[in-house]
């Protein structure tokens, strides 16, 4: 056991993306480790946990995190999950490397510190280039999905995608083996880029790869056009810059495109309800974006109604509902008005408080969400002035 234990010592390797964001400063999200030279039997005798279906992977009995025997792949069907994979202690580093995807990817370090990088890597880096590392990156569709989330990541630092990489990218997409793309791989990939600090990219190449209406093809009922999609790249570009999380930026992104096709209300609709079905998203937020695209116009034109009026409206869209839905609304709603110039900021900032406001009265007063108690809350506002004081304010601020 003990030699066994040294051996294993001797022949792992860091891989993938943790050397990548080493060798560029930038934080180490996940570390992943293969080892050469073992098989199943081997790793379950020193303690690790097998949790890989498809490959062996395990998970380290001290540290958690994940071991990879090395492999190779075989492509014998369409999809992402047509590979046939052979595990043996005699496939080598370089091998399993080189069934990676990009060469700034295809990198090992040993436990010395030393980089094995057999496919220039390094130098790819240095060169800010993301590179393909062999023509057999054309046998997996997810790979156009991997290299227009890493540009996501990348762009601030100067990386862009090399000319060749991307011609590979338009000949997987036009085979079409990205319909043999699940919902769960395809969501698992934008969740991570609408992380980024480019999501925009990320759609912008699959659209420039002739890939995206592939990947989204409940899109093509919502973008119709140029002018549509000058939107949507818009949409894209101003949800950057707001820290909410992919589930909520999604949202943003569905709802700012239903309200361009309102026109087209209850196809829109539908579209958007079974992309939110297909891709996974919360039930509560999308039972919230239900009741706010069904009241959207009312929403549009809040600046001209009085706080009387906002309170039944937020009755309708059931944001006091839980504290969920709350966060959710102020999220969604506020982005469109801020980036939308729909209402001054200072109107914002005060409907914001009253906002706040009424869901306090509802905690303290411990008020169920019913239409007869929106009566008293009237009320109560009517009467103290302290609440006076913001709404008076809300009805001057509005009209600046």
């Not at 480019?198 to 592939?214: D, G, Q, R």
Request: aromatic share 18%.
């Amino acid at each position: 056991m003990i030699k066994k234990l040294k051996f294993l010592n001797k022949n792992i390797y860091l891989v993938g993306g943790a050397v990548r964001d080493k060798l560029l400063y930038l934080p180490i999200k996940e570390k992943d480790w293969v080892v050469i030279g073992f098989n199943i039997k081997d790793m379950l005798k020193l303690g690790f946990k097998k949790v890989g279906k498809n490959f062996p992977v395990f998970i380290h009995p001290k540290t958690k995190e994940e071991y990879a025997l090395a492999r190779k792949d075989i492509k014998y069907k369409y999809g992402y999950c047509g590979f046939k994979f052979i595990f043996s202690p005699n496939v080598t580093l370089k091998e399993d490397l080189f069934r990676r995807d990009i060469t700034i990817n295809a990198m090992a370090q040993d436990k010395n510190g030393n980089i094995i990088d057999p496919y220039n890597g390094i130098n790819d880096i240095k060169k800010k280039v993301i590179r393909h590392v062999s023509n057999s990156f054309v046998e997996d569709p997810l790979r156009v999905l991997r290299v227009s989330r890493i540009f996501s990541y990348l762009f601030y630092l100067g990386f862009k995608i090399d000319y060749k990489t991307i011609e590979i990218m338009k000949k997987i997409s036009y085979s079409n083996e990205l319909l043999y793309l699940s919902s769960e791989r395809i969501w698992k990939e934008t969740y991570k880029a609408l992380k980024t600090n480019n999501p925009e990219l990320y759609f912008y190449i699959l659209y420039k790869t002739k890939s995206f209406f592939k990947v989204f093809p409940d899109f093509k009922y919502i973008i119709l056009n140029n002018s549509d999609l000058k939107i949507f790249f818009k949409i894209l570009r101003n949800i950057k810059k707001i820290p909410y999380c992919p589930y909520i930026k999604f949202s943003i992104i569905l709802y700012e495109l239903y309200k361009k096709k309102n026109k087209l209300k209850l196809k829109v609709h539908n579209i958007i309800y079974n992309l939110f079905k297909k891709f996974g998203i919360k039930k509560e937020i999308r039972d919230l974006l239900y009741n706010i695209i069904n009241n959207i116009n009312d929403i549009l034109l809040i600046k001209h109604k009085d706080y009387n009026d906002v309170l039944t409206l937020f009755y309708k869209i059931k944001i006091f509902n839980n504290i969920n839905n709350y966060i959710i609304f102020k999220k969604i709603c506020f982005f469109d008005f801020i980036s939308n110039n729909l209402i001054s900021k200072k109107y914002f900032i005060n409907l914001n408080i009253y906002i706040d406001i009424l869901y306090n009265i509802f905690v303290n007063k411990g008020f169920f969400y019913k239409k007869k108690n929106i009566f008293i809350i009237k009320k109560i506002i009517n009467n103290k002035s302290k609440y006076n004081f913001f709404i008076t304010k809300i009805l001057l601020d509005k009209k600046k």
